[in-house]
């Protein structure tokens, strides 16, 4: 994610204020490092809410494989289920440590009350649209 802020989060992980600066952060993601730590956070993206713009791209070095999200919401969500358990999932299978991660697409978490935020609120009358695109390459 070539992103230069994420959002600042209380110790219950809640968003608020003014995104934080990542540089030389382990949420500087712009000179591709790879992703071992835990994370569950937002990350505004550098782009109008109305233009699809990149809003990360994951490469797996051995293959070559790529996935890019692409998106028009002003922000992402990145979680890496690392404190799961094997008891928090389906009694037959394993944890995996790094074995997945999920990249969600949305308005800035908490907007509703972070004045600080683009507005998620939907009023009477008004439509909400939105684009994402999943694109794969290198198979």
Not at 1 to 28: C, K, N, Q, W
Not at 44 to 54: E, F, I, P, Q, Y
Not at 76 to 91: E, G
């Amino acid at each position: 994610m070539g992103r230069s802020a994420a959002a600042t989060v209380d110790e219950r992980l809640i968003p608020h204020g003014a995104p934080d600066d990542v540089t030389d952060t382990v949420f500087d993601f712009r000179f591709r490092p790879a992703i071992g730590q835990i994370y569950d956070h937002s990350f505004c993206l550098d782009a109008g809410r109305d233009d699809l713009h990149l809003g990360a791209r994951l490469c797996e070095p051995e293959t070559g494989r790529i996935l890019e999200v692409w998106t028009t919401e002003p922000a992402i969500q990145l979680y890496t289920a690392n404190h799961f358990s094997d008891a928090m999932v389906a009694p037959f299978s394993k944890v995996v440590l790094n074995g997945a991660i999920a990249l969600e697409p949305q308005t800035y978490p908490n907007a509703p009350n972070e004045p600080t935020y683009r507005g998620a609120v939907l009023r009477p009358g008004e439509t909400y649209r939105y684009r994402m695109e999943w694109r794969f390459s290198g198979f």
